[in-house]
Nanobody, 116 residues
Framework: QVQLVESGGGLVQPGGSLRLSCEASGSILSVDGMGWYRQGPGQKRKLVAS???????NYGDDVKGRFTISRDNRKNTIYLQMNSLKYADTAVYYC??????????WGQGTQVTVSS
């Protein structure tokens, strides 16, 4: 099994920044990729950013140029640096990990609230 623990969420003003972290533990010898998804009130969960095993990254259209995903393989951790935050970025942010032959593993989520 894989465990994912997110941290770094909170309340931030519009235009501010936050950095989310997701630490993976457990059976993580083989990983296809990891990523961040978010789900706002009344909305479906959707991709924010992902990073593949080869380092390639992918971003949702609404965060390109503002958010950056990165990873530290030694710490089994990925990060999401979020800049120029907007009201529309308010959501629960979930960490996701993909392994060959398994459904995606998900963290419990961390709340990000953008409010003045």
């Amino acid at each position: 099994q894989v465990q994912l623990v997110e941290s770094g969420g909170g309340l931030v003003q519009p235009g501010g920044s936050l950095r989310l972290s997701c630490e993976a533990s457990g059976s993580i010898l083989s990983v296809d990729g990891m990523g961040w998804y978010r789900q706002g009130p009344g909305q479906k969960r959707k991709l924010v950013a992902s990073i593949a095993n080869d380092g390639n990254t992918n971003y949702g259209d609404d965060v390109k140029g503002r958010f950056t995903i990165s990873r530290d393989n030694r710490k089994n951790t990925i990060y999401l640096q979020m800049n120029s935050l907007k009201y529309a970025d308010t959501a629960v942010y979930y960490c996701m990990l993909l392994q060959p032959g398994h459904p995606a593993f998900w963290g419990q989520g961390t709340q990000v609230t953008v409010s003045s």
